[in-house]
């Protein structure tokens, strides 16, 4: 059987246009960090393009390894800026700072994913040394899911922020 944490973890419940409180448990991702424009900066597609390749080693070395199948979960991003005003009025996306994110199951260990970047490492990912395994308890946050552009978000994020 194939588990699909957008289905049984809480925090992947998130609702077009409905703020909601949350308490996020302690999750383990795949992580880069980087800076820019997303929809223009390299260095928000390189990651995006390391990202995935390493999630889909560690994905079949967990069912072949473990015969623990999963449903690779959604792309997320962490976003934040000097000045939060760059997000709402200025939309000056250049400044952004992110942190682009695959979840990964706790059965996933530190060996399997020093494993699985060096398999992907064969095919040579432009941000492979970039990449971390790591942790993060967030703890409460405020969650709503945006569908649409970058370019669209700043209502939703000015209700947000303020």
């Known amino acids: 059987m194939k588990t699909d944490f957008k289905k049984s973890l809480d925090s992947y419940k998130a609702k077009s246009g409905e703020f909601r409180t949350l308490d ?51 792309l997320e991003g962490l976003w934040w800026a000097d000045d939060m005003e760059v997000f709402t009025s200025r939309r000056n996306k250049s400044k952004w700072d992110w942190t682009m994110m695959l979840m990964v199951p706790d059965w996933i260990t530190t060996a399997m994913f020093e494993a699985a970047r060096a398999k992907a490492a064969e095919k040579k990912p432009p941000s492979i040394n970039k990449i971390r395994f790591e942790t993060l308890n967030e703890g409460k946050c405020v969650q709503i899911l945006h569908i649409g552009s970058f370019d669209d978000e700043a209502p939703v994020l000015a209700a947000l922020h303020h």
């Open 24 to 74: 996020m448990p302690k999750l383990q991702y795949l992580m880069i960090d980087g800076h820019g424009e997303p929809n223009t900066s390299k260095a928000f597609s390189d990651a995006v393009e390391t990202l995935y390749p390493v999630a889909y080693k560690l994905k079949f070395m967990s069912k072949i390894d473990l015969e623990k199948d999963y449903v690779v979960p959604p």
